[in-house]
C-alpha cells in the first residue's frame, strides 16, 4: 500500500511542479511581449524623428 501512495505522490508533485513552471513561463513570455512592443514604438518613434530631420535638412540644402 506504501508504494501506490508514494507513485500517487511523486506524480501529483510532478504535475505541481510542471504547472508552477508554465505560469513562469507564461509570466515571462507577457513580460517580453510588453518590450517587444515598447521597443517597436520607440523605433517607430525614432524613425519618425529621423525622416522629420532629413527632410529638414533636405528643405535647408536646397535653400543653400
Do not use: K
Request: hydrophobic share 60%; glycine share 6%.
Amino acid at each position: 500500500m506504501f508504494w501506490p501512495m508514494l507513485a500517487i505522490a511523486v506524480g501529483f508533485l510532478g504535475i505541481a511542479v510542471l504547472g508552477v513552471l508554465a505560469v513562469r513561463v507564461f509570466l515571462e513570455a507577457e513580460r517580453l511581449g510588453r518590450q517587444v512592443t515598447d521597443s517597436a514604438r520607440r523605433i517607430s518613434r525614432a524613425a519618425d524623428d529621423l525622416e522629420r530631420a532629413s527632410a529638414a535638412a533636405a528643405r535647408s540644402a536646397d535653400a543653400l
